[in-house]
């Protein structure tokens, strides 16, 4: 229930955002309009048909792609036969009368005297309108859409993409509504309907010309999407938080546990019991440890920490789940991390292996390739940790990084529970280094950002981004939080591989460090690139994977630490430049 309110209010908010804007003109022709007959089901197609697509693209690969390019020019050309007929009924129907009559039975939008709406009209236009409308993937589409790749074509996944879907039909139908009143007024002040008419059909037609020419994607990648984002943002933490640390504020503080213990009675923790632990059964492989189950496992507290090699919150939350591990192991915890890939290239056990061993971690891992711990635990977060007690049940959570103190005193009040006599003792603090250090929090205003065109956002090359095709692409002058590309590039579902030598890719940041997961390509051959921060060599601001001059080399997939701010953090063009073909490009990260 939490996930369809957080992916209504999600969608609600999406008439904030530029990306609304190529679909408003198709919207507001149908102002003055009876609501029931005609603005309802237009908005109840464009949902429908937006949810359905939305699902497909998540889940389909390029195929859905393509499918949804056919339906955008179907849709083009249905709503530009909408537009001249709005524009003038008598010019369309001499150039073409046959689909003209067609189109003006369908829609009902030729605005001839008495003509009337119908329902069926109403929803065609709605399904039109939906194939073009493009969301921004914000914090809440993009947790939508991680979840619907991760589970698969399922109705949960529909319904929260309808959710998202309805809660931004919700915010258009009240400002058609206003939008309508203002319409109705100005016909009946100044007797001039035809004319508005014909206003309506020439920003329909611009509208179709915007999306037709790719503009949409262009010019409004150029507007920013920082505040609605926030609001997002917002929404997202407030519910998530009240979700999933409600129980928490009842439980392990952050403060140090009393000096004086009543040793006459067993020490019981007044963490609440959230349920029996699921199964570990399904893990593909177990790295550092043969297989372990819930039963064998009785008697010992356990953390379950799942996470994935190339997450930037997971790497920064390594350096705590290794000293806990440590620390309590001979107290009676078991450390047990569940790898669940969110990349291709997470699913190579082999991948995995290297990461544990430049981790340094030595605790258990279980390759949770098909998701089936994952489901389990009805888990949705990269990095999550569950503690189970010595009797098998759930009794803390928590979801992202931070709360170290928290987590960690909850372990100790487990591990009490089950008999240890440990002594009170002062939280881990790690001496983390390059990408696990902590982020600089108060200066971030970058989020991260993928280079497959499943979840791309913020592409300003000039050329259209081309699907699973090897296209030739230019820089433009990117804005805060836009990207580019430079030189030949096949963009994939969730990655962009360069084809040629001497491509590059370049980012408008503001973050004291950025991060890129970068990979070799399909040969394994080391890729040589060259980093420069407003055209500049890093010096001092280099990250931990390039040095002062911006040399660094790509041996394996994973993600590089490429910049860390040695001053004050402020707004920089970063560009990578690569001198060798087939590196394949992921996703930015900052901290």
């Given at each position: 229930?939490t ?5 209504y209010?999600?969608g ?21 309009q009876?609501?029931i007959?005609?603005?309802l ?16 693209a ?9 499918a949804?390019e056919?339906?955008r020019?179907?849709?083009i050309?249905l709503?530009?036969?909408?537009g001249?007929?709005l ?13 003209v009559?067609?189109?003006n ?7 001839r ?26 914090p809440?589409?993009g947790l939508l ?14 319904f ?23 319409f109705?007024g100005?016909?009946?002040?100044l ?8 206003v ?6 611009a ?7 790719g503009?949409d ?6 507007l ?6 926030k ?12 979700d ?7 439980v392990?503080?952050?403060g ?15 963490l609440?019991?959230e ?9 593909v492989?177990w ?14 507290v356990?953390l ?31 450390v ?17 292996r ?5 981790f ?20 949705s ?13 759930i009794r803390?959570?928590h979801?992202?990084?931070g ?9 100790q ?22 990408a696990e ?11 991260e950002?993928?280079?497959?065109y ?6 300003v090359s ?6 699973d095709?090897?296209?030739v ?14 030189g ?11 084809d ?16 890129l ?6 040969t ?23 040095d ?14 490429l ?5 004050e953090v ?22």
């Amino acid at each position: 229930m939490t996930l369809l309110i957080i992916a209504y209010l999600g969608g609600a908010l999406t008439i904030l955002s530029p990306c609304i804007l190529p679909i408003l003109p198709f919207v507001f022709a149908r102002a003055g309009q009876p609501f029931i007959k005609s603005t309802l089901p237009m908005l109840i197609g464009m949902s429908a048909t937006f949810a359905i697509v939305a699902t497909l693209a998540s889940i389909g690969g390029s195929w859905a792609i393509h499918a949804n390019e056919y339906g955008r020019l179907a849709a083009i050309t249905l709503l530009a036969i909408f537009g001249v007929g709005l524009l003038s009924p008598r010019t369309a129907s001499i150039i073409t009368q046959p689909v003209v009559d067609l189109g003006n039975r369908l829609l009902n939008a030729s605005g001839r005297p008495g003509s009337v709406p119908t329902a069926a009209s109403s929803f065609i236009l709605g399904v039109a309108t939906g194939l073009l409308w493009a969301p921004c993937a914000g914090p809440i589409l993009g947790l939508l859409l991680t979840g619907a790749a991760l589970n698969g074509a399922n109705l949960q996944t529909t319904f929260l993409l309808a959710a998202y879907a309805a809660g931004a039909a919700t915010s258009l139908a009240i400002a058609l509504l206003v939008g309508g009143r203002v319409f109705a007024g100005m016909k009946q002040s100044l007797g001039v309907s035809e004319r508005i008419r014909q206003v309506l059909g020439a920003a329909v037609l611009a509208g179709v010309a915007v999306i037709a020419l790719g503009l949409d994607t262009g010019l409004l990648a150029r507007l920013s999407y920082t505040s609605t984002s926030k609001l997002e943002q917002v929404v997202l933490d407030q519910l998530r938080d009240n979700d999933a640390n409600a129980p928490l504020s009842e439980v392990a503080s952050n403060g140090a546990m009393p000096a004086a213990v009543d040793r006459t009675q067993p020490f019981r923790s007044n963490l609440p019991v959230e349920g029996a632990a699921p199964s570990l059964n399904g893990a593909v492989e177990w790295l550092n440890s043969p297989p372990l189950t819930t039963e064998e496992l009785r008697g010992k507290v356990v953390l379950i920490d799942f996470w994935t090699y190339s997450c930037i919150n997971c790497i920064r939350t390594v350096p705590y789940v290794r000293a806990w591990a440590e620390k309590y192991k001979d107290q009676g915890l078991v450390v047990i991390g569940v790898h669940a890939p969110e990349f291709a290239f997470e699913k190579k056990i082999d991948n995995v292996r290297k990461a544990i061993k430049d981790f340094k971690i030595g605790y258990p891992v279980a390759i949770d390739n098909d998701y089936k711990i994952w489901r389990a635990f009805e888990n949705s977060y990269w990095p999550a940790h569950y503690l189970i007690d010595a009797k098998g049940q759930i009794r803390y959570h928590h979801f992202g990084e931070g709360n170290y103190r928290q987590t960690e005193q909850a372990i100790q009040d487990l591990l009490r529970e089950a008999g240890s006599e440990m002594l009170t003792t002062t939280p881990v603090t790690p001496d983390a280094k390059g990408a696990e250090a902590s982020p600089d929090l108060k200066n971030i205003r970058s989020g991260e950002s993928y280079l497959g065109y499943k979840r791309a956002v913020g592409f300003v090359s000039p050329e259209r981004l081309r699907a699973d095709a090897a296209s030739v692409y230019s820089v433009s002058q990117p804005r805060l939080n836009e990207w580019a590309l430079s030189g030949t590039w096949i963009i994939g579902a969730e990655r962009a591989v360069l084809d040629r030598p001497d491509g590059s890719i370049v980012y408008r940041f503001s973050a004291r460090d950025l991060h890129l997961v970068l990979g070799p390509g399909a040969t394994g051959k080391p890729v040589r690139f060259q980093v420069t921060i407003d055209g500049k060599a890093p010096g001092s601001s280099h990250g931990a994977d390039t040095d002062a001059a911006g040399h660094g080399t790509i041996s394996s997939t994973k993600l590089y630490q490429l910049v860390r701010q040695s001053g004050e953090v402020e707004e920089r063009t970063f560009e990578i430049r690569f001198l060798d073909p087939g590196v394949e490009a992921y996703a930015f990260t900052f901290g």
